[in-house]
């Protein structure tokens, strides 16, 4: 059959009405993301993760066949939107866990930390010398007797009010400076930003915009982006908003990303896909706070290695490949408009120093953010993401790892795993009694779990003793009542109470921690689900070893743990002890302390000296490459248990398990 | 009668054989820019100078009546070309004095001075570190143990060889860094270039191109521009080059070219012009020598302040108008294709510091080339070009001034008048048998009359009693020998040996200095010549005496003289003091110092300890406004004399005249 190339469908997707016209023949998958639909995608449109699912409401389509979908879910009109072509105009329905409002993500707890944060800069931790700021310079306009060229004057009126012995300005305001200053009487609102020891003249506006100066803070996660307002002249979080990461649909890690970039020459595609969230984050904020685009003069950016190298569009391809090194760690501030985002024509754009190909500027903000490099006693610092990256140290030292444990934690890998968004399952408790309570971000019915549900989840499935300590549901909770007892003792004849939950899946044994109802699908966890939970957290661990046992850190050494990620509002830190994925201390020592790759960021947009201080951190810290060390697989391996092979290291977890035995 | 405006019709310039296609009725002077031929002009195309003269050998043509050309010239079908309008196809013969050889322009002269200027770097009165270098970097690459990223490697590689705390580098270099040093085992060649305190990284590039790294200083003149290709990695001029300021044909002084700019609204339209002869210079050296446009990596430019501000097309419009003051005085470098000079893509334009809007970096040049800053006694600076700038002082102060008394000296102005170059009369003495010796550049037969033959004809009509004091011709020259010894005394009826040479020409009274042949035109000083040549030496002379009235200087107190300007090869400092252009003092004290504005270029391109000191020269010499000055008027009126009213003030030449008398 030969169909002519040119031919164009209109697919329409619903609820949210957005239409796009492609060829036929064209992915599903492409044509959303095309539209602006961004559909979960772990696996970069392979057809192997099953997270893609769209319904098909009307028009006529090509599926490969897969196991990933039920008998059920097919006979719904439900496909895999990789896996699935375009042969006519279609109409298609988004799954409602795709397309939560990312609006919600967890803005109210970041706003209320980054008040926190700001409050840190006003406190004196660093003095408030924002990046850019604006300043009115009022000259006396030049007379036959003070005859003082006006670029020499302006530079004369601006030290008169800041220390800026060197100073830069950009041609072309140099070339508009006279009749600019002669049409206004010589008052004039000067933008001044900060690179490196340079002061720059940014811009130069007849009259008084003094008051008008805002900056986005920027967290380039590699699932989420999130974007923060901020009113520069009164140090406040003007408004939040997120995103889903729109490279989503060409890997769920950024390895795979790289690798798709450097398949299909994509690098220019990853920048602007990049950017172009980063540009609709900004737009969005801008427009709901009537903030011109103009008087938004900085964009501040952490976030890992490969995402400020796709953001700049520099070659992330050593990033995953030997010797795993960034083309630049340290990124001179350039003008936003050079990257392709949208503020200020002369903004400028700021990406925190990070410190190898997987210690990116992100971690870097969050040392910034707890103070470690601050502090006399040893502290330790973890943020669970797409990655596990884990900082030990203190004032005189500071050792870093990552490792590359893969993103169970954000929602990835896991079948009803989301991001901390509405509907997410943040808390879970299963009870003796044998039923299950749970609290859902927004207190809606639950769509999925997040992080810290996730965490909850699994320590409550083994405190129970519904998974063992090598992470396998205990086959006899499925068994008769008095074959279990007279095998297992009272205490596994217990598990009994969830007999009914454990089913065979599609993906093999899941437990059912929320059941269909008419409106809503049931929430289960997988065997899969737990054993990526299980080598997330054994990851984690085993990086924090490794740093403890090459500093010769004890844990009763450890002042404090700060547990940063994207898990949702009420992460139970006891949790993170009971899975071992944190050393066993005692609980008051462990904070967790959120999004601190924004915190950091916003730090530095508000304080020069955090910049150095951040630059500081990133040229000491000790990086320890754990593919290459051999301790690390070791202690990985030993890690893969609940809570540990070396059940001595968890001596609270076993004492409260065998309390409950 | 109506025509076609769309006609076109072709001219051909001859001797050089250039065309250019024109609509009917376009200006023949107008026709000879577009066609890159330049002819004489002082009245930028009023039509009163008459200094465009063409011969019309064929085509129709239309001139407006003129009283500039002879009837002789009418016969042989002279036009000027600013009154003639082209109504057909035209072959154009050019006169040999528009169309000098210009590399001829003193170029001998002045590379003798510039070596010796090399010179002075290297004798350590500024240390050798030129403004852009290349170094040879070699880095070990990365390796899993050693994973500082590309940019920082970079970094650190070039710190081990020079002092560079702070480092800039564009974004678009450090996006190609990292494939680059890949692609050459880590050994590249690193342009660094000085901004300020900041140092540049301007290129990187595979292996090593270290010895070939050029660039060009430039002398912005008014009538002329001069370039010198200089090779950065040995302290030499390779080769030098000059051409008329094609901006010439809108004025001949640059408050007309302004003025002409602001009603024409032709401000790019100069920008193009003056970047257009730079562009041209550049690549005529470097095709000359051989050198890649790439390879010359600096422009560095010293001119008078309206001169630059036209080259970056900063607004000079109130350089002629109250209160007279320059858009800037200190340009930052930029880069050269920002202004769009053509050299390396990345090569950075450095201009000179000024002072005024009437005292530009020529002048800085001229203070930084003559070492007054340096020193302890008091020093004289003139610089006579189409003003007469002129700086007083020393080590402690420096106090400057402009008069705009006219660029008699440069020729224009002068009937016979020329720029320096081949034919040019440069010397010129009148004996006392009546006849008069004189030298041309090139020895060639006399075409005009340069600066300092200017100054010799000038002195020797004095000296000779031809003019009187107040520069007017001695009547009696023309009388009875009889009648003028009894008159005038035996000295006066000396005079009657040249009594044959004095005329009425077209513009009064005029003075034979060659005779016509067969080929050449006869070469004669007029009483307006005359007029013009006083005018501008008063202008100079008044100048130093306010400066030296201000500072309570007097002419005993003067180590030195320094004369700088584009006078000739052979300038006789005793006539600058004959004529009462210069205070009378000892002659061994002034010193003709040439082209200063070039050779100040060209220190401070081979170093950067230069540029600060013309920074601090420029910052610290104080500015004499002499339009508002109130002695500058009186002591003009009383310069308007031969050599002055005041004859005390010349107690040498006023012995001479007597001794001659």
Known sequence: ???????????????????????????????????????????????????????????????????????????????LACQTKVLSDMTITVPRFHTLETSQILMDTNARRFSELAGEVREGVFEFDPMVHKIFVQMSPPTVHDHTADHERLYLAIREQIDAPIMQTGFRIIQKLSSLLQSCGYKVTVTIGRRGQTTEVIEVEAGNHCKRNFAVAVDLGTTTVVAHLIDLTKATTVDTEATYNSQINFGEDYIRRIIYAEENDAFDEMQNRIVHDVNNLIVTLAARQKVDLHEITTVICAGNTAMVHFLLNLDPTRIRREPYVASAGFVPPIRAAEAGIQINKRGLLYCLPSVAAYVGSDIIAGVLTTRIFTKKGIYLFADIGTNGEVVLGNRDWLVCASSSAGPAFEGSGVKHGMRAGAGAIEKLTILDNGSINFKTIGDTHPVGICGSGLLDTLAELFMNGIIDRTGRFNPAINCGAEYLASRLGPRLAGTLKWGSRLTEGDEGLQFQLVPADNNHHEIVITQADIDNLVRSKAGVFAAIRVLMESTQTQPEDLEAIYLAGGFGNFLNVRQAVTIGMLPDVPLEKIQFVGNTSVAGAKTVLLSRKALEAAEKIAKSMTYFDLMSHPGYMDEFTRANFLPHTDLSLFPTVTQSVVRRA
Do not use: W
């Open 1 to 79: 059959m030969k169909r002519s190339s040119k031919k164009k469908c209109t697919v329409l997707f619903e609820p949210s009405g957005l239409k796009i016209q492609v060829p036929v023949g064209t992915v599903l998958l492409d044509a959303a993301h095309k539209a602006g639909i961004y559909l979960s995608s772990i696996c970069g449109g392979d057809g192997y993760c099953g997270k893609c699912k769209v319904i098909i409401d009307e028009g006529q389509f090509q599926s490969k066949p897969t196991t990933l979908l039920t008998p059920d879910e097919i006979r719904q009109n439900i496909v």
